[in-house]
C-alpha cells in the first residue's frame, strides 16, 4: 500500500504542500478551520507524520534522555516510571539507556542522547564513574541536564534526591531505639555522595545516643548480596561482637539476613537488620526486612516537573542550581521488631 504523504492531503483539499506542512505543526498563521480540515483529511488518509523530519524542521524532538546505572533494581525502574508519567501528560516521550555501572557505558549513553538530539537528560551517575567531564561538557554546551538519586555538586547542575543524611540516621536511630549498642554499618565507595551521607547519619546517631564510633563495625564493598554475607561471615569468624545491622542497601541487607540465618543466628532476637531502598522482594522475605523507603515514584515525578520547569523559563544555567531534597520514610518489618 502506497504511504499517503502531505502531497497527497494538499491535493485532496486543494491547498499549497506549505499550508499542509504549517497547518500539521499548529502554525499561528494558518486559520482554525485549514487546520481541522487538514487533520481531518489526514485521518482519513491515514496520514502518518514522520517526527524526525518535523523535528528537523522545527528544532524540536519532543524527546528528553534518562540515564540510569540499572534497571535491575526497582529503584530505577521506579524512578523512570514517574519521570515517564509526567513527561508524556507533558506531550514528551523518554529515550532509556542503562549504563549497567560502567563509565564508559555512561559515556556512550550521553553520545547517544546527543545524536538523537534529545531536548534534555536526566541522570543518575555510576558507581564506576570518577570523572564527570561529559556531564561537565553538556552544561557548557548548554544541554540541560538534571540529576537524580546519585548526585554530584562539583558538575553544579539541578538535582533531585532523597535526605539521605536523614535516611542513615533514621535508620541507625531505629536500631538503638530497638536496643542495640553495637551496630555495623556496611557501605560502599565513599565518592559517591548519597552513601558518604547515609555513613554521616549512621554516625552522628551513634555519637547522639552516646555509642562509641567503632571502625572495626564499618565495611565497605560493591553493591551486591555477597558483600552483606561476606561482611556478617567475617564478624563471625573474627568473634566481634554485634547486635545491630544497617546496609546501604537492601540487595546488601537480603546478603546479611541469608548469612545471619545459615549461621543459625536469630533475627531479629540476636541481630536487628535494617537496609536502604525499600526494594519489591523485602516484604515478602522471611523475615520480612526493615528498610528505609526514598519515594521512588514521587523523585521520577519531582525530577520530570522541575526539568520542564526550567527549560520552559528557558533560562536553564542562568541561576544557582535549583534542588530538590524528600524526605525518607522509615519501614518497620520483622527483622528489626
Known sequence: ???????????????????????????PRIAAATKEAVREMAIKLNYQQNKLASSLRSGRTGIVGV??????????????????????????????????????????????????????????????????????????????????????????VPYVRIDDYGGGFMATEHL?????????????????????????????ALLKYGLPIDESLIFYGNLSIELGKNCIKKLVDEKVDFDGVFAFEDYTGLGALKELKDLKINVPEQVKVIAFANEAFGAHITPSMSTVDQQTVKMGEEAARLFLKLIKENKYYENAPEQIILDPILIQRESSQ
Open 176 to 204: 538503638i531505639k530497638q536496643g542495640c549498642k553495637r551496630i555495623v554499618h556496611i557501605s560502599t565507595d565513599q565518592q559517591v555522595e548519597i552513601f558518604k551521607e547515609r555513613l554521616r547519619g549512621y554516625k552522628e
Open 67 to 156: 540515564l540510569v546505572p540499572t534497571l535491575d533494581v526497582s529503584f530505577f525502574s521506579s524512578v523512570v516510571h514517574g519521570i515517564e508519567t509526567v513527561m508524556n501528560e507533558n506531550g514528551y516521550n523518554i529515550l532509556l539507556y542503562q549504563s549497567k555501572e560502567i563509565y564508559e557505558d555512561e559515556i556512550r549513553g550521553v553520545d547517544t542522547f546527543l545524536q538523537t538530539r534529545v531536548e534534555g537528560i536526566i541522570s543518575s551517575v555510576a558507581l564506576s564513574t570518577k570523572n564527570y567531564d561529559h556531564f561537565i561538557d553538556l552544561k557548557k554546551r548548554k544541554i540541560p541536564l538534571l540529576m537524580f538519586d546519585r548526585t554530584v555538586d562539583e558538575i553544579g
Open 1 to 27: 500500500m502506497k504511504k499517503t504523504t502531505i502531497h497527497d492531503i494538499a491535493r485532496e483539499l486543494n491547498i499549497t504542500f506549505s499550508t499542509v506542512a504549517k497547518a500539521l505543526n499548529d502554525h
